[in-house]
């Protein structure tokens, strides 16, 4: 220590926050003038920021994370007991939280078998491309390395995460980008690409990849991967129709389907995993933040037996496992906290609480876009909803950014906190965002929609 005294005063803790911290999807310059927003406290649904204000979060920690709410203190107690037990081993030993949690987690996903700790959702992504990799090196020679992405969605940060993320903003800059990733078409209606609706129009959208497919030579495919429900990139839900498709598709070229649950994965729908809703039997799955609701950072790769059996037929070959590594996969909080996070959402019966107040905030939204013409589009499944904002409902153009944005400033003016899709599409940064957390009450979607209402009121007039 250098002698400093750091005594929690706030307002030292502003200063050197503007002084030293580096946000993450944030300009600075307003911070040479203005306060950047600490947050200092949370219970249940709501956040207190450096000057006392109360806000009730309708985006779970700002990015789909603290699925179980704030403050929750039986999670706490887990993780302190396991880190004085033991904090950390490698992965290369097992730990009795992993083994317990992985048991609990693939109760819930019948299919699957294994399961691969890391921790971010970036980094399960990461190593579920590179699996696809090594067996096309094993069984393919190499070439059935491809991995297909889809326009709109994301699969993390990393510069290979963004080789395979459909946001074109997101991506901008951080270029050359990593060979070997395809994009597929997005299967957004309300956006629609064909002259066509409802099942039939999932289907078309689902053999708009298929038309990929057979473009690159599907010998050169090995995976698929997509989110269940498009999260940043429009909280785009799929058609009917869509899924079935997909599946078939995948089964008949034998490519690999990796199923993208870090936004979905837990609960956040209504159903423990998004893919649940559309009967599909993915080949890997991956997962993080509603994993442990951010009390402990954790991210899981769960496969299927035959996809893991491909990484130890041959124990006579060197090279013949999964010769990947991740320090942090050992750290024993994140299952820890897991496993409390999962008997949470089934003693408070939170999927049932999801299913229905999903329905209701649709209900609210769906009310609101009665009443305001910027909303051209209301989407949803669970508690993860969208509204996409339009300047004019006959030809769909997009609202303004700036306008879009000032809803979402007048909401937290008003001490509700939503989101809305930032540096994802050119021209489309135009839907807002909400996923509160799955504790949430008919009350609390009331107060944030009435908020949502008024914003519009006041920003579109
Ligand atoms: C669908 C999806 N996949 C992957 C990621 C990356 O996860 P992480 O930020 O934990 O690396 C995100 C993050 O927002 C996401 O929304």
């Known amino acids: 220590m250098d002698g400093k005294f750091y005594d929690n005063d706030i307002s030292q803790i502003v200063e050197l926050d503007r002084a030293h911290i580096w946000h993450h999807l944030t300009q600075h310059k307003p911070f040479e003038t203005g306060e950047p927003r600490i947050i200092v406290e949370g219970k249940g649904m709501r956040v207190w920021d450096q000057k006392g204000k109360e806000h009730i979060d309708a985006v779970s920690g700002g990015v789909w994370t603290v699925n179980v709410g704030y403050g929750r203190e039986s999670i706490a107690n ?30 819930k996903m019948p299919g699957l078998s294994r399961v691969y700790y890391c921790n971010s959702g970036s980094e399960a992504n990461e190593k579920g491309f590179k699996m696809v990799r090594q ?55 309300y956006r629609a690409q064909w002259d066509m609706t409802g099942e039939e129009y999932g ?26 429900v498009t999260a940043g990139g429009g909280v785009i839900t799929p058609p009917a129709g869509y899924w079935e498709r997909v599946q078939e598709i995948c089964k008949k070229y034998d490519i690999l389907l990796h199923i993208d649950e870090v936004v979905c994965g837990v609960g956040r729908t209504g159903t423990w995993f998004g893919y649940q809703h559309y ?14 609701s951010g009390y402990a950072a954790i991210a899981c ?47 408070e019966g939170l999927l049932d609480n999801t299913m229905a107040m ?21 989407r949803g499944k669970g508690l993860f909803c969208g509204a996409e904002l339009v300047a004019d409902r006959q030809t769909k153009e997009p609202a ?19 989101g809305a899709t930032n540096r994802s599409l050119p021209g489309f940064n135009n839907t807002l965002c909400f996923s509160p957390a799955l504790i949430a009450t008919k009350d609390d979607i009331n107060e944030i929609t009435e908020a949502v209402d008024q914003a519009l009121g006041r920003v579109f007039g």
């Open 135 to 189: 067996i096309a090196h094993k069984r393919y020679g190499g070439k059935k390395h491809k991995i297909l992405y889809r326009d709109r969605d994301y699969h993390g940060t990393t510069i290979a995460c963004l080789s395979a993320g459909g946001q074109d903003e997101r991506n901008a800059q951080y270029g050359p980008y990593t060979p070997g990733f395809v994009r597929v078409p997005h299967c957004l209606e």
């Open 301 to 347: 790769l769960v496969t299927t037996e035959e996809v893991f059996s491909m990484f130890k037929d041959d124990a006579s070959d060197p090279m013949n496992y999964f010769r990947d590594i991740s320090t942090f996969g050992g750290c024993t909080a994140g299952p820890a906290a897991a496993i409390e996070n999962m008997r949470i959402i089934e003693d």
């Open 400 to 418: 303004a950014e700036k306008m879009v944005q000032a809803v979402v400033a007048d909401c937290m003016q008003q001490g509700v906190v939503i």
């Open 358 to 378: 999903g329905a209701y905030m649709v209900e609210n939204l769906n009310a609101l876009a009665e009443k305001h013409a910027a909303i051209g589009d209301v």
């Open 279 to 292: 009967g599909i039997k993915p080949d890997m799955v991956t997962m993080a933040k509603g994993v442990a």
């Open 78 to 107: 887990a993780v302190r007991d396991q880190l004085i037990k033991l904090n950390y081993f490698a992965g290369s030993a097992g730990s009795i939280p992993g083994a317990i949690f992985s048991d609990m987690l693939l109760e």
């Open 203 to 228: 289907k078309r959208a689902a053999d708009a990849i298929e038309d990929v497919i057979l473009a690159e030579g599907a010998d050169t495919i090995g995976a698929l991967c997509l989110e269940p």
